[in-house]
């Protein structure tokens, strides 16, 4: 591999356009350098306690490109969220109502547009929950998910090593025709728990001396402070240390990141490329803290805040303004519509997302973005939608609104909850009536034409599948 790509370089970078898209799984906005501005992290510590993120690469991306102040996923899942950014659609829209639940044949991705219009396509991915069999692959000329690293229930690889096999990859496919324009997804997993792979380096950036707790990263000290946090025992140095151990894994998914910058900078001239950075969706920590350091049973925020990062040249930078932040909410369903639209690819007139680009010169429909829980599995009914009656969340104008059905049936909620869309989704009274009622409306009217329910039990082959790879959620 070395030598092939030293006679590359040599012969001159390649001057073909080039589209990256990095997912961050598990990563939430505010673990990113470039959103301190709406940081929802530890508001009830002092500044001098909270852990402060180290994101320099994501953070220069954002300096020359534009960065989405609140973006969010549809959904808090891997596989479900990666359905809408591939897809153009919300969860509901795509038909993928949690993990081990493939993306059907009929729903249009985008990999496949960016084939037919004679682009190499490769992706690389970082866990076993976006293997082949999970439907994504389609459309991809080469899609690696040989992740062989068991944790836990799943299988994955840590992202340098991600990142060195995607150049890897780039090298043999012969790109350096001078003339073929590629197409490059790399998802990283690093940030999901436990979080112990960040290497020393940069993990003794994040270390707190004097702390004398039992926090580690490993599986058990994460097994802890669930258990303690729902207790109400876990302390403010535990907190912290969590905090810090999370951001590590995020600071090692941007150096991995550099790495692939830096990689592609040697193989090609850059000067028509547009990367895009997005978390896939957010994580808990110890907030809130009857659900904490986990995803999927609510839509807080803290659960589907991600960033997304988009930084252009040449003939992809129309449209982008060096150090623009876009305060309208955006979902991660407008990632589709947005990388054909700026690559020149045919458009799907099915999507539901939006080109972004029209959100950025401030000429787009004001819209609500919807998200909605993907557990607990066991309050799904047919033959309604699988996750209709788990906790839901309308944003827009300003407010978060959620409600969970499942808990006002068996619970005695008191739902809809109405918060500020603003660091630490504060409660509110100050909703005006008429915006309230427009944003419950946007839910009904989204139950009301949820597909049907999809059996899981419909799905065996695929989840023999996931059982050998050591993932079945």
Same mark, same amino acid.
């Given at each position: 591999?070395?030598?092939?790509?030293?006679?590359?370089?040599?012969?001159?970078?390649?001057?073909? /356009?080039?589209?990256?898209?990095? @997912?961050?799984?598990?990563?939430?906005?505010?673990?990113?350098?470039?959103?301190?501005?709406? @940081?929802?992290? #530890?508001?009830?510590?002092?500044?001098?306690?909270?852990?402060?993120?180290?994101?320099?690469?994501?953070?220069?991306?954002?300096?020359?490109?534009?960065?989405?102040?609140?973006?969010?996923?549809?959904?808090?899942?891997?596989?479900?969220?990666?359905?809408?950014?591939? @897809?153009?659609? +919300?969860?509901?829209?795509?038909?993928?109502?949690?993990?081990?639940?493939?993306? =059907?044949?009929?729903?249009?991705?985008?990999?496949?547009?960016?084939?037919?219009?004679?682009?190499?396509?490769?992706?690389?991915?970082?866990?076993?929950?976006?293997?082949?069999?999970?439907?994504?692959?389609?459309?991809? =000329?080469?899609?690696?998910?040989?992740? !062989?690293?068991?944790?836990?229930?799943?299988?994955?690889?840590?992202?340098?090593?991600?990142?060195?096999?995607?150049? %890897?990859?780039? +090298?043999?496919?012969?790109? $350096?025709? !001078?003339?073929?324009?590629?197409?490059?997804?790399?998802?990283? $997993?690093?940030?999901?728990?436990?979080?112990?792979?960040?290497?020393?380096?940069? !993990?003794?950036?994040?270390?707190?001396?004097?702390? %004398?707790?039992?926090?580690?990263?490993?599986?058990?000290?994460?097994?802890?402070?669930?258990?303690?946090?729902?207790?109400?025992?876990?302390?403010?140095?535990?907190?912290?240390?969590?905090?810090?151990?999370?951001?590590?894994?995020?600071?090692?998914?941007?150096?991995?990141?550099?790495?692939?910058?830096? #990689?592609?900078? =040697?193989?090609?001239?850059?000067?028509?490329?547009?990367?895009?950075?997005?978390?896939?969706?957010?994580?808990?920590? +110890? %907030?809130?803290?009857?659900?904490?350091?986990?995803?999927?049973?609510?839509?807080?925020?803290?659960?589907?805040?991600?960033?997304?990062?988009?930084?252009?040249?040449?003939? $992809?930078?129309?449209?982008?303004?060096?150090?623009?932040?876009?305060?309208? /909410?955006?979902?991660?369903?407008?990632?589709? /519509?947005?990388?054909?639209?700026?690559?020149?690819?045919?458009?799907?007139?099915?999507?539901?997302?939006?080109?972004?680009?029209?959100?950025? @010169?401030?000429?787009?429909?004001?819209?609500?973005?919807?998200? =909605?829980?993907?557990?607990?599995?066991?309050?799904? %009914?047919?033959?309604?939608?699988?996750?209709? !009656?788990?906790?839901?969340?309308?944003?827009?104008?300003?407010?978060?609104?959620?409600?969970?059905?499942?808990?006002?049936?068996?619970?005695?909620?008191?739902?809809?909850?109405? $918060?500020?869309?603003?660091?630490?989704?504060?409660?509110?009274?100050?909703?005006?009536?008429?915006?309230?009622?427009?944003?419950?409306?946007?839910?009904?009217?989204? +139950?009301?034409?949820?597909?049907?329910?999809?059996?899981?039990?419909?799905?065996?082959?695929?989840?023999?599948?996931?059982?050998?790879?050591?993932?079945?959620?």
């Amino acid at each position: 591999m070395a030598g092939l790509a030293a006679g590359l370089v040599g012969c001159g970078p390649s001057p073909a /356009p080039v589209v990256v898209l990095v @997912s961050w799984d598990t990563t939430r906005a505010d673990a990113l350098g470039c959103y301190a501005d709406v @940081s929802h992290w #530890g508001l009830d510590l002092p500044e001098s306690r909270r852990p402060v993120p180290y994101t320099p690469r994501v953070d220069a991306l954002a300096a020359r490109g534009v960065r989405h102040q609140w973006a969010l996923a549809h959904a808090p899942t891997t596989l479900a969220s990666h359905a809408s950014m591939m @897809s153009g659609r +919300d969860t509901r829209g795509a038909r993928v109502p949690r993990n081990g639940f493939p993306v =059907e044949p009929d729903i249009p991705l985008l990999a496949p547009r960016f084939t037919s219009a004679g682009w190499d396509t490769v992706a690389v991915v970082g866990a076993s929950v976006l293997a082949k069999d999970m439907g994504l692959a389609r459309g991809f =000329e080469v899609y690696d998910d040989r992740v !062989r690293q068991k944790v836990r229930r799943r299988y994955e690889r840590p992202a340098h090593k991600v990142v060195a096999r995607a150049l %890897q990859i780039v +090298d043999q496919r012969g790109v $350096f025709d !001078r003339n073929t324009p590629l197409f490059l997804f790399v998802h990283m $997993f690093d940030a999901h728990s436990p979080w112990d792979t960040a290497p020393d380096t940069i !993990r003794a950036r994040f270390d707190d001396p004097s702390y %004398q707790g039992s926090v580690d990263g490993s599986g058990d000290s994460v097994d802890w402070l669930v258990k303690s946090t729902r207790k109400g025992t876990v302390g403010s140095a535990d907190r912290a240390r969590a905090r810090a151990l999370y951001l590590s894994e995020v600071a090692a998914m941007d150096d991995a990141l550099g790495m692939l910058l830096d #990689g592609l900078g =040697e193989r090609f001239t850059m000067d028509d490329s547009l990367v895009v950075l997005v978390g896939d969706h957010g994580e808990a920590l +110890d %907030q809130p803290s009857i659900r904490p350091y986990g995803h999927g049973l609510d839509v807080d925020l803290v659960a589907t805040h991600v960033p997304f990062v988009v930084a252009g040249t040449g003939r $992809f930078a129309d449209g982008l303004t060096e150090g623009q932040v876009v305060a309208e /909410p955006v979902g991660l369903m407008d990632l589709a /519509p947005t990388l054909s639209a700026i690559a020149g690819l045919s458009p799907d007139p099915t999507a539901q997302g939006v080109d972004l680009r029209t959100v950025w @010169s401030g000429s787009a429909e004001p819209r609500w973005v919807l998200s =909605e829980a993907t557990k607990p599995a066991d309050v799904e %009914q047919a033959p309604d939608w699988n996750n209709v !009656r788990k906790e839901r969340a309308v944003v827009g104008q300003g407010l978060v609104v959620t409600h969970t059905p499942w808990a006002d049936a068996t619970q005695g909620g008191t739902g809809p909850h109405v $918060f500020a869309l603003a660091p630490g989704q504060p409660a509110t009274a100050e909703a005006p009536t008429a915006t309230l009622q427009s944003m419950l409306r946007a839910l009904s009217t989204w +139950d009301d034409e949820a597909p049907a329910f999809r059996d899981p039990h419909m799905t065996d082959e695929t989840k023999e599948a996931l059982r050998a790879l050591g993932y079945l959620d």
